[in-house]
């Protein structure tokens, strides 16, 4: 183990961008995505961005092949959110 880093709550399932420089966390039961930045073998938290919330409940992220978009479905109010991602943001 390299390390162990704190996602959200329910923290289940784990995308990683093809470049292998940002990693998505979906915390279902906040409904909230934890981003993380990679960089070869560390890995940062950057934030969280809310898709929903506790009300919306959250599902797995997944990156699309092109790496600038993500979708996270929600389970609770039959939604997706739609995620921009710029480089490692």
Do not use: C
């Amino acid at each position: 183990m390299l390390a162990t880093l704190e996602a959200g709550k329910g923290a289940s399932g784990v995308s990683i961008k093809r470049q292998g420089t940002l990693g998505l966390v979906s915390n279902l039961v906040d409904g909230t995505v934890s981003v993380f930045t990679i960089q070869g073998k560390t890995v940062t938290p950057a934030g969280t961005v809310e898709v929903g919330g506790e009300k919306a409940s959250g599902g797995m992220v997944a990156i699309t092949p092109d790496g600038k978009t993500a979708l996270v479905p929600r389970n609770n109010d039959n939604k997706v959110s739609v995620l921009s991602i710029d480089g490692t943001k």
